[in-house]
């Protein structure tokens, strides 16, 4: 029996957790079955006992023991001259039980059984780690780096499951090194030479939503509730939430005390801004919240082609777009309107503005010029400047910006 060195194959089988005893058994016997089919033609008379514990399994073939003449299939019945000479006590009528030596399959049939085997049971170890991670979407996993390439990152789960990061479900400031531990979130489970292949996300809307299901109780008690997560990941995130609970402020709930909860999910985000906003149906109050930090003056909706024009003063457009045109992006996301931002005072600004050139009357020449010099050519353009910013840009005396300023804002008041 030892010949076959069984035992490796069980030890596989051991090692494999995830993998039942019964299904184990089942494996095993189904293998060598097909084996005793290819030999006899039959394995309806046989018994194949497995030993998992020791490795080993032993192959027991029933006959039953005619007289000489009376023997028609050699598979199910045996003659009664050939029993005796394996015991002697034996008689007409009785079954013998008999074991097969492995030997007699051959060393190749035994080399293509070890082989099914193996395969079997890298067929089951994929299967389960299948359906172990097809149940685990959308969970936090705590991973090992293995290994880090261009394109992707390799890591290990505990059990020792090899886990896929693709360079687009990482965060762009994620910087990875060999033996540390991560967080993702189970993105999917795709299927790759008919192997399941695992993917991790840390850029995914469900990461941030665990996160915040960690950190704060009253999401995971079913209090507070997300309504919507978008992510421009390392960059901003917008989270929309509702209280189910009149006495829980959401946002504040969300936030914590000093930041003190929101701070972790960003250090985890490498620095991520996180903007928590309380959810409304009033689409006009929602749109205004999810421009935050910028402060609306006012807007024109149309709900029929979901479009949303916004006003606001000067210093708060930059805002309201935000850095690379992230959080009106976001905004647009997180609201489903199409957002277009307006100076509220652009048209008046254009109206009372003029070239330095129409005050060479009242200004010398040589002043405009200075001005010019440093980018203001118009009325407004230096006006928008404080003295103080004027006198460092310009060699002009602090009493001619004096001068130069009152005739600009005289000149602006009375055409207003």
């Not at 009325?379 to 002009?396: G, M, N, W, Y």
Request: hydrophobic content about 40%; glycine content about 4%; proline content about 3%.
């Amino acid at each position: 029996m030892a010949s076959i060195n069984l035992i490796d194959a069980f030890q596989e089988f051991k090692d494999a957790e995830s993998i039942d005893r019964p299904t184990m058994m089942k494996v095993v016997e189904d293998v060598f079955k097909t084996l005793l089919r290819k030999k006899y033609g039959s394995d309806e008379n046989f018994d194949v006992i497995v030993n998992a514990e020791k490795g080993d399994l032993e192959i027991i073939r029933r006959r039953m023991i005619m007289d000489d003449d009376d023997v028609n299939d050699p598979n199910e019945e045996v003659s009664y001259s050939e029993a005796i000479k394996i015991e002697p006590d034996f008689e007409v009528g009785e079954e013998l039980l008999q074991e097969v030596d492995l030997y007699d399959f051959g060393r190749r049939a035994i080399l293509a059984a070890k082989q099914t085997l193996a395969s079997r049971i890298g067929d089951l170890k994929k299967e389960a780690l299948k359906q172990k991670y097809s149940g685990r979407i959308g969970e936090i996993v705590s991973a090992e780096i293995y290994q880090v390439w261009k394109k992707e990152v390799l890591c290990l789960d505990e059990e020792g499951n090899e886990l896929i990061m693709p360079k687009s479900e990482q965060i762009p400031t994620d910087y990875f090194k060999k033996g540390e531990n991560t967080r993702a979130v189970v993105a999917r489970v795709d299927i790759k030479n008919n192997s399941p292949v695992i993917i991790l996300s840390r850029t995914s809307p469900l990461f941030l939503s665990k996160l915040l299901e960690i950190e704060v109780p009253e999401i995971f008690d079913g209090l507070i509730a997300i309504k919507k997560i978008v992510r421009e990941p390392g960059e901003r995130a917008k989270v929309a939430v509702e209280s189910y609970d009149d006495r829980i402020d959401p946002v504040g709930a969300c936030v914590g005390m000093k930041g003190s909860r929101i701070h972790g999910i960003v250090r985890e985000l490498k620095n991520e801004n996180i903007d928590v906003i309380n959810f409304t149906t009033n689409i006009q109050l929602l749109i205004q919240r999810s421009l935050t930090p910028a402060k609306i003056s006012y807007m024109n909706l149309d709900t029929d082609k979901k479009q949303a024009d916004v006003y606001l003063k000067a210093d708060q457009v930059s805002l309201a777009i935000g850095r690379r045109g992230v959080n009106i992006k976001l905004a647009c996301e997180l609201t489903g309107y199409e957002i277009d931002v307006y100076r509220e005072d652009e048209e008046q600004v254009e109206l009372v503005d003029f070239d330095l050139d129409e005050f060479a009357d009242e200004i010398d020449q040589w002043i405009i010029d200075e001005f010019k010099r440093v980018g203001c050519d118009t009325a407004q353009s230096v006006l928008k400047l404080s003295d103080a910013e004027l006198e460092r840009r310009t060699d002009l005396e602090k009493e001619t910006i004096a001068d130069v300023r009152r005739i600009l804002q005289t000149e602006v008041d009375r055409k207003d």
